[in-house]
């Protein structure tokens, strides 16, 4: 089940470790043999995080950075997005592909749902992979979201690498099939950060 973020020192600790390590130096990296394990064991051991950085559809002011971390089989998930409607909430999902090449987010796909479940807000076993909830934003056009999920990774079971995130115009009301979210708004592509950032 899913939850508010709450943070124990422990995890925190983890967590910094997962957002700060890393090959650090060449030297580092010549001393791991990246080629002999194959693509796997590389990710493994190079990826740290990843992003989405969020662009506006055609006609649209919605902008920002979603980051997801994973420790300990949980998907830490930081966003920080603006260009939003003054006061309302916002629906956010991850979607099936990372292409942007549409001017309105559409060759994301729908939400990305491998177990074919019914859509379904966070704190619901039974709902999309992908559907993240709404964001709140502030008088500003402004949201701050953080929560953590357990049905989703990184690059394991459910992956989410190479997928997309859409920020939608209305919040999602938990309707089927997908929430009654309206337009899409803003989009990125979910990408590997780089870990010396």
Excluded: W
């Amino acid at each position: 089940m899913n939850k508010p973020l709450s943070l124990t020192a422990g995890t925190l600790v983890a967590a910094y470790a997962v957002f700060t390590s890393g090959c650090a130096s060449k030297s580092c990296c010549d001393n791991h043999d990246h080629g002999k394990h194959g693509a796997a064991a590389t990710a493994g051991s190079v990826i740290k995080q990843l992003v989405a950085t969020v662009q506006p559809t055609a006609g649209n002011k919605c902008a920002g950075t979603v980051r997801f971390t994973e420790v300990d089989g949980v998907v830490y998930v930081y966003a920080e997005i603006s260009g939003l409607t003054p006061g309302q909430q916002h629906a956010m999902h991850i979607h099936e592909f990372g292409d942007g090449s549409s001017t309105d987010g559409t060759k994301a796909g729908g939400h990305y749902n491998p177990e074919e479940k019914p859509h379904g807000l966070p704190g619901t076993d039974a709902r999309h992979a992908g559907d993240l909830g709404n964001v709140q934003a502030d008088a500003e056009g402004k949201s701050v979201y953080r929560a953590e999920f357990k049905n989703i990774s990184m690059l394991g079971k459910n992956a989410i690498i190479g997928r997309g995130v859409i920020i939608h115009a209305k919040p999602d009301d938990g309707g089927q099939p997908v929430g009654n979210a309206g337009a899409r708004i803003g989009f990125g592509s979910i990408g590997v950060a780089n870990p010396k950032q």
